[in-house]
């Protein structure tokens, strides 16, 4: 698996080796497929587990000795029949439910070679951000609706400080 825009947060957590950290926090690798026209890959919970029937994100729990980016590519072999092609590190969410505490590793996954089906028997389905129609979703997910909706460029300026022709004219010589 190719994993680009490494960061050292990300490295740092893929550092830690195995399914619970020293907390006792259960490690998770999670992959946000994203096709061309926006929409995102969602997987519903199968029955015997806990949860059942929620709506997630494809992944699931790092074994001993795996680093995040390879228990994803086992996972999405395994649930989805995928191989991932191009990924990158995007966000760590720690979430506490009441069976167990765990720490999501959010995965951008921007190219896959095959056509994810559920391998498992479980369902899945391509969703709108911002406009799902598959219902209820797993609580820890909140905080990727919320990213989804974010633009994937904002500019964040010192124009107050600087004075707004200086900032154009700066802005305007490193464009």
Same mark, same amino acid.
């Given at each position: 698996?190719? *994993?680009?825009?490494?960061?050292?947060?990300?490295?740092?957590?893929?550092?830690?080796? #195995?399914?619970?950290?020293?907390? #006792?926090?259960?490690? /998770?690798? /999670?992959?946000?497929?994203?096709?061309t026209?926006?929409?995102?890959?969602?997987?519903?919970?199968?029955?015997?587990?806990?949860? &059942?029937?929620? =709506?997630? +994100?494809? #992944?699931?729990?790092? $074994?001993?000795?795996e680093?995040?980016?390879?228990?994803?590519?086992r $996972?999405?072999?395994?649930?989805?029949?995928?191989?991932?092609?191009?990924?990158? &590190? =995007?966000? *760590?969410?720690?979430?506490?439910?009441?069976?167990?505490? /765990?720490? @999501?590793? +959010?995965? %951008?996954?921007?190219? =896959? %070679?095959?056509?994810?089906?559920?391998r498992?028997?479980?369902?899945?389905? =391509?969703?709108?951000?911002?406009?799902?129609?598959?219902? &209820?979703?797993?609580?820890?997910?909140? *905080?990727?609706?919320?990213? @989804?909706?974010?633009? &994937?460029?904002?500019?964040?300026?010192?124009?107050?400080?600087?004075?707004?022709?200086?900032?154009?004219?700066?802005?305007? *010589?490193?464009?």
């Amino acid at each position: 698996m190719a *994993v680009r825009a490494r960061t050292r947060r990300s490295a740092r957590v893929e550092a830690r080796q #195995g399914t619970l950290n020293d907390a #006792g926090i259960v490690r /998770v690798a /999670v992959a946000v497929l994203q096709r061309t026209d926006g929409r995102v890959l969602l997987a519903q919970r199968l029955p015997g587990t806990p949860y &059942p029937g929620y =709506w997630e +994100f494809p #992944g699931g729990k790092l $074994e001993a000795g795996e680093s995040a980016s390879i228990a994803l590519a086992r $996972e999405l072999d395994e649930e989805l029949g995928i191989q991932i092609v191009r990924a990158a &590190p =995007w966000l *760590v969410q720690r979430y506490a439910y009441p069976h167990a505490d /765990v720490e @999501l590793n +959010f995965f %951008r996954i921007f190219a =896959w %070679r095959g056509e994810p089906r559920g391998r498992m028997g479980q369902a899945i389905a =391509w969703q709108a951000p911002g406009a799902f129609d598959v219902a &209820p979703l797993l609580p820890a997910n909140a *905080v990727i609706l919320r990213a @989804l909706e974010l633009p &994937p460029i904002y500019g964040i300026s010192m124009a107050e400080d600087l004075g707004e022709d200086v900032f154009l004219r700066r802005a305007q *010589v490193a464009i």
